[in-house]
């Protein structure tokens, strides 16, 4: 960014623009994330699926794939400032993922997610990421008492995920026993559509499907076992409900972190 001494107008990464640029919502990436998740994977209507990708992605060999997520997570940029205001830097996310491929080769797509950050909202929109507002919460591990799971260990652990006072999403993982594999979900690339409608007279929109790009990234404590979920079925969220579960499969709770530098447009 340039130097501000040197800059004659308002100007930042994002809106707000200011004089100095500090007054952007988000700042430039790098943007490092830690954070503990649940998820829940689960084979959903192949047919529902299809109709969720659009052009340029398709069903993969393991048509019908899918997962819930529910993640607490922890950012900042490379300068570390944010993690002094943990009211911006701490957010919870609800989303879902479907198996698809690119041109052969295998990827994921985040159909719908909400959160509870308008940063991470806005911060998602910069990438395509279709994220919404909402209420998310899930069980924390605890090192100490009884007042959730153990750390390590069997446990249960919930999600729930609700809309405008509605839950939309339930799910839980009832751990079991201990592993080092991801799921295969969360460990491919994820594709999104940024879409920037037009606003003036006669302009279009701004459209391209694009692939972000992480690095450093990291999986520990992994724990795995048989799990519940349900999808609403409220006409209000059928397009998401369209995605139930047909069958549930395996759950897995774990920490992770990774470093997202950036998108990748893909042609």
């Not at 960014?1 to 430039?28: F, H, K, N, Q």
């Not at 998740?37 to 794939?65: F, I, K, S």
Request: net charge negative; glycine share 12%.
């Amino acid at each position: 960014m340039d130097d501000p001494v040197t800059r004659t107008e308002p100007y930042g990464y994002s809106l707000p623009l200011s004089p100095t640029g500090a007054a952007a919502m988000v700042t430039p990436p790098p943007w490092h994330f830690s954070g503990e998740v649940v998820m829940v994977e689960y084979r959903a209507d192949p047919d529902a699926v299809a109709r969720h990708l659009p052009p340029g992605l398709e069903p993969g060999p393991d048509a019908g794939a899918a997962a819930a997520v529910w993640a607490q997570w922890q950012w900042c940029s490379d300068s570390g400032d944010e993690l002094e205001a943990p009211e911006r830097c701490q957010f919870a996310e609800f989303l879902i993922l479907l198996a698809c491929q690119h041109r052969g080769v295998p990827v994921v797509r985040c159909p719908y997610a909400w959160v509870d950050s308008a940063v991470s909202l806005v911060r998602g929109w910069i990438q395509g990421m279709p994220k919404q507002f909402g209420e998310i919460n899930q069980t924390r591990a605890v090192p100490a008492g009884r007042a959730g799971p153990p750390m390590s260990g069997a446990g249960t652990f919930n999600g729930v995920a609700s809309v405008f006072g509605q839950r939309i999403a339930r799910g839980a993982v009832h751990t079991r026993t201990e592993h080092g594999d991801p799921p295969p979900l969360f460990a491919l690339p994820l594709v999104h559509s940024r879409l920037f409608p037009g606003w003036v007279p006669g302009e279009g929109p701004v459209t391209g499907l694009v692939a972000s790009q992480v690095t450093d990234v990291t999986f520990t404590g992994l724990r795995s076992g048989p799990a519940d979920l349900w999808l609403t079925d409220d006409p209000a969220f059928a397009d998401l409900g369209s995605l139930a579960p047909r069958e549930v499969g395996t759950g897995t709770v774990f920490s992770y972190g990774e470093t997202l530098v950036g998108g990748r447009c893909l042609a």
